[in-house]
């Protein structure tokens, strides 16, 4: 059973910055992509930004130029840097690796971003 633990989230201030980790307990076969989610209260799910296996990235307009998605395959590992954070950001922000058979997804991490 493979587990996807997040790490890194917390509160900070608007303009702020933080760096989500996202550590599979083992390798993960068969790979299309690694990403992102996020859900605040009473709103759906959103992807925030993916990553393929070729290394393409793909962001939320709400997102593009203020975080940066990136991996580690070695250490299967990927990671969400977020700059200049805004209140709107706040959110539970969820780890997502999709294979050709399964779809895996983290417990999530709150993210909170004070004005």
């Known amino acids: 059973q493979v587990q996807l633990v997040e790490s890194g989230g917390g509160l900070v201030q608007a303009g702020g910055s933080l760096r989500l980790s996202c550590a599979a307990s083992?390798?993960?076969?068969?790979?299309?992509?690694m990403g992102w989610y996020r859900q605040a209260p009473g709103k759906q799910r959103e992807l925030v930004a993916v990553?393929?296996?070729?290394?393409?990235?793909n962001y939320a307009d709400s997102v593009k130029g203020r975080f940066t998605i990136s991996r580690d395959n070695a250490k299967n590992t990927v990671y969400l840097q977020m700059n200049n954070l805004k209140p709107e950001d706040t959110a539970v922000y969820y780890c997502?690796?999709?294979?050709?058979?399964?779809?895996?997804w983290g417990q999530g991490t709150q993210v909170t971003v004070s004005s």
């Open positions: 083992r390798i993960i076969p068969n790979i299309n992509a």
């Open positions: 990553i393929t296996s070729a290394g393409n990235t």
């Open positions: 997502h690796t999709d294979t050709i058979y399964y779809d895996y």
